[in-house]
């Protein structure tokens, strides 16, 4: 069965980077599309960035240039590096991508921004 599990979360303060990434055990099927959401306490969940197969990329409104979404060759892992971190920042980030119909989700990694 294939899962997509996300790493790299944790705890930084302001103007630090991060790096998740999200990989798809189980498979090798390369993906179409990968995205980004996160989802902030009280909030409903939104998409920071996507990735598509073509290599081209997409992110959120509320993303400014301190988010880049990348993918390893395969295309079953993809990376969300966040650079200059801020306390809005401070989230569950999961990964999606669909699979025969459906969309697979990730368990998510939390990242709290805090000094």
């Known amino acids: 069965q294939v899962q997509l599990v996300e790493s790299g979360g944790g705890s930084a303060q302001p103007g630090e980077s991060l790096r998740l990434s999200c990989a798809a055990s189980?498979?090798?099927?390369?993906?179409?599309?990968m995205s980004w959401y996160r989802q902030a306490l009280g909030k409903e969940r939104e998409l920071v960035a996507a990735?598509?197969?073509?290599?081209?990329?997409k992110y959120g409104d509320s993303v400014k240039d301190r988010f880049t979404i990348s993918r390893d060759r395969g295309g079953s892992t993809i990376h969300l590096k966040i650079n200059s971190l801020k306390s809005e920042d401070t989230a569950v980030y999961y990964c999606k991508a669909p699979y025969y119909g459906r969309d697979l989700w990730g368990q998510g990694t939390q990242v709290t921004v805090s000094s």
């Open positions: 990735i598509y197969a073509n290599g081209i990329t």
């Open positions: 189980g498979s090798r099927f390369a993906f179409t599309v």
